[in-house]
């Protein structure tokens, strides 16, 4: 019997976070290379007054757990008000936001903020309602940019920022995990990566699984290949990286990125 795949995990959660425990139910083994962490923000007083003042709004809408936590935190663990309706990109989520007390939040098929946009266009009537955004530091605008054309009121607040750990720590922990195949969950990671250990050593990984296509995008642009689950959730990232995957694919795989990095621009 083969060992299991050694698959880096680049978000910094841990050997008992979410991803890690969706790879190990799939026989994967993963080991820790967390290549950013996250703060709270410089100036936190917008996201602790949009959290005194959620039962004012009319929506919540979110792209990631961090963000709901953020907002959580910022409300002393305080439930959700039952009138606010809410809406997340990606299904785990919408089940955070359940959990903090939403009731139905609103999600889109498939993973992104376009295709959440396509359902929040016609979900309300849009001039006048309040609606909260708390989001990364950096992270894109596209939501609030939308609602706004909607005629929403956006309160886009940041609820936290991602840093990079220096370039040295990420190559030591990479020589320490010994990967096999990687997990990159945001561009800001993929940057990060591909500065500490170089997108050669990427290449000739057995896989680089994205989460979201953005991710994969700037990984291209990097000059490495990656593979994107239908959805991004970690179950879907997880069953994709057991899939197998042959050398021919490998060869491919590898082709592609080369080709991208001699792309002209």
């Given at each position: 019997?083969?060992?299991?795949?050694?698959?880096?995990?680049?978000?910094?959660?841990?050997?008992?976070?979410?991803?890690?425990?969706?790879?190990?139910?799939?026989?994967?083994?993963?080991?820790?290379?967390?290549?950013?962490?996250?703060?709270?923000?410089?100036?936190?007083?917008?996201?602790?007054?949009?959290?005194?003042?959620?039962?004012?709004?009319?929506?919540?809408?979110?792209?990631?757990?961090?963000?709901?936590?953020?907002?959580?935190?910022?409300?002393?663990?305080?439930?959700?008000?039952?009138?606010?309706?809410?809406?997340?990109?990606?299904?785990?989520?919408?089940?955070?936001?359940?959990?903090?007390?939403?009731?139905?939040?609103?999600?889109?098929?498939?993973?992104?903020?376009?295709?959440?946009?396509?359902?929040?266009?016609?979900?309300?009537r849009w001039?006048?309602?309040?609606?909260?955004?708390?989001?990364?530091?950096?992270?894109?605008?596209?939501?609030?940019?939308?609602?706004?054309?909607?005629?929403?009121?956006?309160?886009?607040?940041?609820?936290?920022?991602?840093?990079?750990?220096?370039?040295?720590?990420?190559?030591?922990?990479?020589?320490?995990?010994?990967?096999?195949a990687v997990?990159?969950?945001?561009?800001?990671?993929?940057?990060?990566?591909?500065?500490?250990?170089?997108?050669?050593?990427?290449?000739?990984?057995?896989?680089?699984?994205?989460?979201?296509?953005?991710?994969?995008?700037?990984?291209?642009?990097?000059?490495?290949?990656?593979?994107?689950?239908?959805?991004?959730?970690?179950?879907?990232?997880?069953?994709?990286?057991?899939?197998?995957?042959?050398?021919?694919?490998r060869e491919?795989?590898?082709?592609?990125?080369?080709?991208?990095?001699?792309?002209?621009?």
């Open positions: 019997m083969s060992l299991p795949r050694r698959v880096a995990v680049t978000r910094d959660e841990g050997l008992d976070g979410p991803l890690a425990e969706a790879l190990r139910r799939r026989g994967l083994e993963p080991v820790p290379c967390a290549v950013v962490r996250e703060a709270e923000p410089l100036d936190p007083e917008p996201l602790a007054r949009a959290a005194r003042e959620l039962e004012s709004f009319s929506w919540l809408v979110v792209a990631s757990q961090r963000a709901v936590a953020a907002l959580m935190e910022a409300r002393a663990r305080k439930p959700l008000p039952p009138s606010l309706r809410t809406a997340a990109a990606g299904a785990r989520t919408a089940a955070l936001l359940m959990e903090c007390g939403a009731s139905s939040p609103l999600t889109a098929a498939m993973p992104g903020a376009a295709p959440l946009i396509e359902i929040l266009r016609d979900a309300d001039p006048g309602r309040r609606v909260l955004i708390p989001r990364a530091l950096g992270g894109r605008l596209d939501l609030a940019w939308s609602l706004r054309r909607f005629g929403a009121r956006v309160d886009d607040v940041v609820a936290y920022r991602t840093l990079d750990r220096p370039p040295g720590e990420i190559a030591t922990a990479w020589q320490a995990a010994r990967p096999d997990v990159v969950a945001s561009p800001s990671a993929a940057r990060a990566l591909v500065r500490a250990v170089g997108a050669d050593t990427l290449c000739r990984l057995d896989r680089v699984t994205a989460i979201g296509t953005t991710t994969a995008t700037e990984l291209m642009a990097l000059g490495v290949h990656a593979d994107v689950p239908a959805r991004a959730d970690f179950e879907s990232v997880a069953d994709l990286m057991a899939a197998p995957n042959t050398p021919d694919d491919a795989d590898q082709a592609s990125a080369l080709t991208a990095t001699k792309a002209p621009s």
